[in-house]
């Protein structure tokens, strides 16, 4: 183990245990009219000794010593009660949840998030896991996999396309329904040329497989007017939104929506202000 994982490890199965994990969500919209499509659920986790530690470093921690499954099943449920919550406030949107490639080599894996969808009162089809190519679990090693949660209706996102072992073959051999373009490209948008062809690309061959086209990241209404010029279909960023706490979305959204005409636009534009911003999104 490395130095400090030991007691990480410790207080991060306590925290699970005790249920002390929270997520937030972050609000994806669509750039032909600015509405809510998706809602992508982060985990959080606040320690009293090591402070608020990022999914990034723990996440990898849980993977390694086999609690990533009771992470993603505590997650799933809790983030599928929201939904429930949001759509009884009239917020149909759809739910995003990361899946760590782990879990994914389980036969069994597709069958357990569909009963849990069934046990929350979730229809399967409100519901998109995004995935991540593995160091060790190359995507194309779970088609079995993936083409179950599709026949379930379940949809699925490729994340961070675009960096690590993701590739372009991979878009057209699995069953994926979107792609999430890696913030990287986008960080250095609207000038930087190489990052242009590269968005472009990837959103025209999405368009061309017909999955959805997600830009990541977008921080400046530069960013989001060039992602928008290249032709992808939906955003995400600190622009639209940070991630929020559950009970933040329904303003969010009626905020949104007044203030959405004036990005892609040259009206005068009002920025986000109201919302905290959550911890981590410092970073
Ligand atoms: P991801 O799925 O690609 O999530 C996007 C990350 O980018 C989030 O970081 C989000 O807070 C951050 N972000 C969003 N908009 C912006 C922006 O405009 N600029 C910048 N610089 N960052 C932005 P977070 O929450 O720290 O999550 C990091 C990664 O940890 C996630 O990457 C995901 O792979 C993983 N993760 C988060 N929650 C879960 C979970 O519940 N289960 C699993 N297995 N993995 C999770
Ligand atoms: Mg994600
Ligand atoms: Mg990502």
């Not at 199965?13 to 994806?28: M, S």
């Not at 955003?235 to 949104?256: C, H, K, N, S, T």
């Not at 990005?263 to 202000?273: N, R, S, Y």
């Amino acid at each position: 183990m490395k130095p400090g994982e030991r007691e990480l490890l410790a207080s991060f199965e306590q925290a699970l245990g005790e249920e002390k994990l929270r997520l937030v969500y972050q609000p994806k919209v669509r750039l032909k009219d600015g509405a809510l499509t998706r809602v992508e659920a982060l985990v959080r986790w606040d320690d009293s000794e090591f402070g608020a530690v990022p999914p990034s470093r723990f996440v990898p921690i849980a993977e390694r010593h086999g609690l990533i499954d009771p992470l993603t099943e505590w997650g799933l449920r809790t983030a599928l009660k929201q939904w429930r919550t949001w759509r009884d406030q009239g917020c149909d949107t759809r739910l995003a949840f990361n899946i760590s490639a782990v879990s994914l080599q389980r036969l069994d894996f597709p069958d357990l998030v569909e009963r849990i969808c069934g046990a929350m009162g979730v229809p399967t089809d409100r519901l998109v896991l995004e995935l991540t190519e593995g160091a060790t679990q190359p995507l194309v090693k779970l088609m079995d996999t993936l083409t179950r949660f599709r026949i379930k209706g379940i949809g699925l996102a490729i994340d961070d396309f675009g960096t690590g072992y993701s590739s372009l073959m991979q878009l057209r051999q699995l069953p994926f329904t979107e792609v999430k373009i890696d913030r990287c490209f986008v960080a250095d948008l609207p000038d930087a040329e190489d990052s242009r062809l590269i968005v472009r690309t990837i959103a025209e061959l999405a368009r061309g497989l017909g999955l959805i086209a997600t830009a990541e990241g977008v921080e400046t209404v530069a960013q989001l007017r060039a992602v928008h010029e290249l032709g992808c279909e939906v955003v995400q960023g600190y622009l639209i939104a940070p991630p929020l706490e559950a009970d933040q979305l329904i303003e969010w959204e009626r905020g949104f929506r007044s203030r959405w005409p004036s990005l892609l636009t040259d009206e005068p534009l009002e920025l986000w202000g109201d919302v905290e911003l959550d911890p981590l999104s410092q970073r």
